[in-house]
């Protein structure tokens, strides 16, 4: 189930912290921009009564760039955060999606139908630009596929929390 705009609890802190540079200085930085900017938006995903994925994405309109996702270890390749973005696609009827990323997660992306570019960086790393269109009806106008996201669910329900 989707919860939108969840409490920043330490359980979403942490979910969300999978995906950030591992320096307190900067992980406690970016939660209190969570706090203070109203375009940073945190999306979870609730199976059970159990927080099992959480992301955290800069809304602009019908446009967003994923700023963070991660997935509880325990629960990590059974769907949930393809489940948690389709459902975000929805919510916010969104038409593009952006992230970047590295080659631990670039599949991730590729198998949501995200098209990539290689992008430089100063760490000597490969990154990723990573864009996907929708198209009116949640069809990706990269790939011209329904955004099923390969998962066999209930509809998603809102609770905000």
Known sequence: MLLVHPALTPDIQALLARAMFPDPQRTAHTFQQYHQRTDWQVFAWQIRGKIVCAAGLQVDGHSAEILHIGTDP??????????????????????????????????????????????????????????????????????GTPLRLGLTLPAPRRRRG
């Open 74 to 143: 325990l629960h990590s390749g059974q769907g949930y955060g393809r489940a948690l973005l389709q459902a975000v696609i929805r919510e916010l009827n969104l038409m593009q999606v952006r992230a970047d990323t590295d080659d631990s997660s670039i599949g991730f992306y590729r198998k949501l139908g995200f098209t990539d570019t290689e992008i430089p960086n100063p760490w000597n790393i490969r990154r990723y630009r990573c864009t996907l269109k929708v198209s009116p009806g949640g069809v990706s106008s990269c790939t």
